[in-house]
Protein backbone atom coordinates (compact mmCIF):
# COMPACT_ATOMS: atom_id res chain seq x y z
CA UNK A 1 0.00 0.00 0.00
CA UNK A 2 1.41 3.24 -0.90
CA UNK A 3 1.54 6.41 1.19
CA UNK A 4 -0.88 9.35 0.13
CA UNK A 5 0.39 12.66 0.11
CA UNK A 6 -1.31 14.86 2.65
CA UNK A 7 -4.19 16.50 0.46
CA UNK A 8 -5.93 20.16 1.72
CA UNK A 9 -9.11 20.15 0.53
CA UNK A 10 -12.58 20.94 0.95
CA UNK A 11 -15.41 18.24 1.06
CA UNK A 12 -17.66 17.97 -1.33
CA UNK A 13 -19.46 14.48 -1.17
CA UNK A 14 -19.66 12.11 1.62
CA UNK A 15 -20.81 8.84 0.55
CA UNK A 16 -21.68 7.03 4.25
CA UNK A 17 -22.07 3.38 2.61
CA UNK A 18 -18.58 3.50 1.56
CA UNK A 19 -17.18 5.30 3.82
CA UNK A 20 -15.14 7.60 1.73
CA UNK A 21 -15.56 11.91 0.96
CA UNK A 22 -14.95 13.28 -1.90
CA UNK A 23 -12.67 16.32 -1.51
CA UNK A 24 -11.74 19.32 -4.09
CA UNK A 25 -8.30 20.83 -3.58
CA UNK A 26 -7.03 24.24 -4.34
CA UNK A 27 -6.80 23.24 -8.53
CA UNK A 28 -10.68 22.43 -8.38
CA UNK A 29 -9.11 18.48 -8.54
CA UNK A 30 -11.46 16.01 -6.94
CA UNK A 31 -10.20 13.22 -4.95
CA UNK A 32 -12.15 9.78 -3.16
CA UNK A 33 -10.59 9.82 0.01
CA UNK A 34 -11.49 6.94 2.65
CA UNK A 35 -12.65 8.63 5.53
CA UNK A 36 -9.97 7.37 8.39
CA UNK A 37 -7.66 9.25 6.16
CA UNK A 38 -9.33 12.53 7.33
CA UNK A 39 -6.77 14.18 10.11
CA UNK A 40 -8.53 17.09 10.65
CA UNK A 41 -12.21 18.59 9.85
CA UNK A 42 -12.76 21.95 10.39
CA UNK A 43 -16.46 22.50 10.30
CA UNK A 44 -18.89 23.83 7.70
CA UNK A 45 -17.14 27.07 5.47
CA UNK A 46 -19.56 29.99 6.26
CA UNK A 47 -17.34 32.51 4.12
CA UNK A 48 -18.99 34.38 1.20
CA UNK A 49 -15.74 32.28 -1.33
CA UNK A 50 -16.68 30.65 -3.92
CA UNK A 51 -13.85 29.12 -5.96
CA UNK A 52 -11.80 26.42 -3.58
CA UNK A 53 -8.26 27.86 -4.69
CA UNK A 54 -9.84 31.62 -2.57
CA UNK A 55 -11.18 29.45 0.11
CA UNK A 56 -7.88 26.89 0.57
CA UNK A 57 -5.36 30.05 -0.14
CA UNK A 58 -4.84 31.17 3.10
CA UNK A 59 -4.52 27.17 4.61
CA UNK A 60 -2.36 26.48 1.84
CA UNK A 61 0.12 29.17 3.01
CA UNK A 62 -0.02 27.57 6.70
CA UNK A 63 0.58 23.84 5.28
CA UNK A 64 3.88 25.69 3.46
CA UNK A 65 5.21 27.34 6.30
CA UNK A 66 7.78 25.57 8.57
CA UNK A 67 6.95 25.06 12.00
CA UNK A 68 9.29 27.79 13.13
CA UNK A 69 7.10 30.25 11.02
CA UNK A 70 3.69 29.07 12.24
CA UNK A 71 5.20 30.02 16.01
CA UNK A 72 8.47 31.39 18.24
CA UNK A 73 10.09 27.28 18.89
CA UNK A 74 10.57 29.39 22.49
CA UNK A 75 7.26 30.13 22.71
CA UNK A 76 5.84 26.55 22.22
CA UNK A 77 8.62 25.22 24.89
CA UNK A 78 6.78 27.84 26.97
CA UNK A 79 3.35 26.49 26.54
CA UNK A 80 5.12 22.87 27.29
CA UNK A 81 6.36 23.68 30.31
CA UNK A 82 3.08 25.28 31.51
CA UNK A 83 1.70 22.16 30.43
CA UNK A 84 4.15 20.02 31.77
CA UNK A 85 4.05 21.36 35.33
CA UNK A 86 0.15 21.16 35.10
CA UNK A 87 0.55 17.06 34.93
CA UNK A 88 -2.79 16.32 33.19
CA UNK A 89 -3.31 13.48 31.28
CA UNK A 90 -3.76 14.89 27.91
CA UNK A 91 -4.23 18.55 26.72
CA UNK A 92 -6.00 19.99 23.70
CA UNK A 93 -4.33 22.04 21.05
CA UNK A 94 -6.26 25.35 22.36
CA UNK A 95 -5.29 25.42 25.68
CA UNK A 96 -1.45 24.44 24.43
CA UNK A 97 -1.95 27.81 22.52
CA UNK A 98 -3.73 29.32 25.30
CA UNK A 99 -0.55 28.85 27.31
CA UNK A 100 1.01 30.92 24.72
CA UNK A 101 -1.44 33.19 23.71
CA UNK A 102 -5.49 34.13 24.22
CA UNK A 103 -5.87 35.17 20.98
CA UNK A 104 -3.87 32.29 18.69
CA UNK A 105 -6.90 29.84 18.85
CA UNK A 106 -9.75 31.98 17.83
CA UNK A 107 -10.75 30.97 13.91
CA UNK A 108 -10.85 27.74 12.13
CA UNK A 109 -7.42 29.13 10.60
CA UNK A 110 -5.94 28.96 14.16
CA UNK A 111 -7.06 25.57 14.52
CA UNK A 112 -5.40 23.93 11.23
CA UNK A 113 -2.09 26.20 12.37
CA UNK A 114 -2.12 24.55 15.68
CA UNK A 115 -2.76 21.17 14.15
CA UNK A 116 -0.02 21.80 11.63
CA UNK A 117 2.65 23.19 14.14
CA UNK A 118 1.69 20.52 16.89
CA UNK A 119 1.62 17.76 14.43
CA UNK A 120 5.25 18.99 13.12
CA UNK A 121 8.47 17.56 13.97
CA UNK A 122 9.00 20.76 16.02
CA UNK A 123 5.41 19.89 17.75
CA UNK A 124 6.59 16.18 18.15
CA UNK A 125 9.24 17.82 20.19
CA UNK A 126 7.33 18.81 23.40
CA UNK A 127 4.28 17.14 22.98
CA UNK A 128 2.81 13.73 21.85
CA UNK A 129 -0.33 13.16 19.69
CA UNK A 130 -2.90 11.22 21.25
CA UNK A 131 -5.62 11.65 19.22
CA UNK A 132 -6.53 14.24 16.36
CA UNK A 133 -7.55 16.73 18.73
CA UNK A 134 -5.63 15.80 22.29
CA UNK A 135 -1.49 15.84 22.98
CA UNK A 136 0.01 14.71 26.40
CA UNK A 137 3.04 16.95 27.26
CA UNK A 138 6.20 14.71 27.21
CA UNK A 139 8.98 14.03 29.83
CA UNK A 140 11.45 16.82 30.54
CA UNK A 141 13.96 13.99 29.57
CA UNK A 142 12.30 13.38 26.70
CA UNK A 143 12.30 16.95 25.73
CA UNK A 144 16.13 17.04 25.94
CA UNK A 145 16.60 14.41 23.60
CA UNK A 146 13.80 15.43 20.83
CA UNK A 147 15.25 19.44 21.01
CA UNK A 148 18.74 18.21 20.66
CA UNK A 149 17.75 15.24 17.41
CA UNK A 150 15.63 18.36 15.91
CA UNK A 151 18.31 20.95 16.26
CA UNK A 152 20.92 18.77 14.98
CA UNK A 153 18.92 18.51 11.41
CA UNK A 154 17.11 22.57 11.70
CA UNK A 155 19.76 24.54 13.23
CA UNK A 156 20.05 26.88 10.26
CA UNK A 157 16.06 27.46 10.38
CA UNK A 158 16.16 28.90 14.16
CA UNK A 159 17.94 30.94 16.84
CA UNK A 160 16.14 28.67 18.81
CA UNK A 161 18.93 26.12 18.97
CA UNK A 162 21.64 28.61 19.15
CA UNK A 163 19.83 29.55 22.44
CA UNK A 164 18.90 25.73 23.68
CA UNK A 165 22.83 25.76 23.72
CA UNK A 166 23.99 28.40 25.39
Known amino acids: MS ?7 IV ?11 LVDASGTRHAVESKFIHISL ?23 SPAELVQPELLEMAW ?26 TQLDV ?25 AKTRASVQASKEHWCESHAKESDFCTLASS
Do not use: H
Open 3 to 9: KMAPLLG
Open 12 to 22: EAADTRKDKVT
Open 43 to 65: GTYKGKLKEPSDILKEYTAIAAA
Open 81 to 106: ELCADADEPSVSAKSILEQVDGSMYK
Open 112 to 136: YRAYKLLTSDLGKVFFKTLSNVDYK
